[in-house]
């Protein structure tokens, strides 16, 4: 007799596929399944009805043919689910980001079964002030969708100490863990001194991340470079038409393995991100990449004026106007702060979760 407790996953695509959430989601039920033998795992991919493999890396896959609340509750009554854990990103299920379709499957699955329900929140919902744009008018819906989920749900857990300031509104009587995001490209098995290291740059991430460096922050990326003394940048992810004209070489890379970027990022000493504010590095997979592996983040787009999630400008990460940086030291308070939340300590939490 097979006692051990199964756990379906639901996300919104799976690897082979490129998906933030899909690879963490996945890593996170790997290292789980290492760890703790009584649980089980079956991935649910809810966002990609083209996804085709019903096997990955040992894990049973469900691919729901369509984005439609009874087909999702067939599933989850057909193969009689207990335990559903939820990966939210409400654009992942969504076009404009309010997967009703997902809350009402989801509600009466857990009418008929007596389901308990864990909701992984790494995105909330828009917080626009622009009528002209879209998520102006659909912000309203996605803030309904996520706080319907959140009160479905009798586990929350999320990234970021504002996301979960926001989702305790809703309901002060739910258990919410906040837990950074963890690399999705590996981890720094032994710190290595800056120092040891060659003074190459890494820029890491997705087409639109990587472009929107080269094409807005061209000066500044000039000017860290020549105040660096930089010799080269690696440029990890899908091709760029044109890249910038600067002074030293971009080494295209193009889509690495997961340990391939890890050994790139041991060797090398910088980073740069600029997709976003430094608020919002808890939830950044690229963030969590640079620190994982200790280096020394160029924050382009930083906000000075507030500390999140523990993190502090000149300690944690610098800026273009950073003067006297020490670098082994700075490397290593972001190393430090990673490991508070890191693959490991996050398997253990989860599994505690789940065994609760």
């Given at each position: ?149 959140y009160n479905l749900s009798k586990f929350i ?200």
């Amino acid at each position: 007799m097979n006692l051990k407790k199964v756990i379906y996953i639901i996300v919104p695509d799976l690897p082979p596929n490129i998906n933030g959430v899909g690879d963490y989601a996945y890593l996170l039920a790997k290292s789980i399944r290492e760890y703790n033998i009584q649980i089980n795992f079956c991935f649910i991919v809810a966002g990609n009805p083209q996804y085709s493999l019903q096997v990955y890396d040992g894990f049973e896959v469900i691919t729901l043919p369509s984005k439609n609340s009874k087909v999702l509750t067939t599933i989850l009554n057909n193969i009689k689910a207990k335990f559903v854990h939820v990966h939210y990103v409400g654009y992942g299920y969504e076009k404009r980001g309010a997967p009703f379709w997902l809350y009402f499957g989801l509600l009466k699955w857990k009418q008929k079964e007596e389901g308990f329900l864990i909701t992984t929140f790494h995105e909330l919902y828009a917080n626009s002030t622009f009528p002209w744009t879209s998520s102006f008018w659909n912000q309203w819906f996605q803030k309904l969708i996520c706080k319907k989920i959140y009160n479905l749900s009798k586990f929350i857990i999320t990234s970021r100490e504002s996301f979960r300031k926001v989702l305790i509104n809703f309901s002060p009587y739910l258990d919410i863990y906040v837990l950074p995001v963890f690399s999705n490209f590996g981890e720094m098995s032994k710190y290595q001194n800056i120092d040891s290291r060659q003074k190459g740059l890494v820029i890491l991430g997705s087409l639109e991340t990587r472009s929107n460096v080269y094409n807005n922050f061209q000066k500044e990326l000039n000017l860290i470079c020549q105040n660096y003394c930089i010799n080269r940048i690696f440029d990890i992810g899908p091709k760029i038409d044109k890249l910038p004209n600067i002074s030293i070489p971009i080494i295209e890379l193009g889509i690495l393995q997961p340990n391939e970027v890890s050994n790139l990022l041991n060797k090398n000493s910088f980073g740069i991100i600029a997709g976003h504010s430094s608020n919002f590095f808890a939830k950044s997979g690229i963030f969590a990449a640079y620190a994982a592996h200790g280096i020394i983040v160029f924050a382009l787009n930083a906000n000075l004026s507030k500390i999140e999630d523990g993190l502090i400008v000149n300690q944690h990460f610098v800026t273009i106007n950073s003067v006297n940086i020490n670098y082994n030291v700075i490397s290593q308070i972001v190393y430090e702060w990673y490991n508070n939340h890191n693959l490991k300590k996050q398997t253990i939490s989860y599994s505690n979760i789940f065994n609760s």
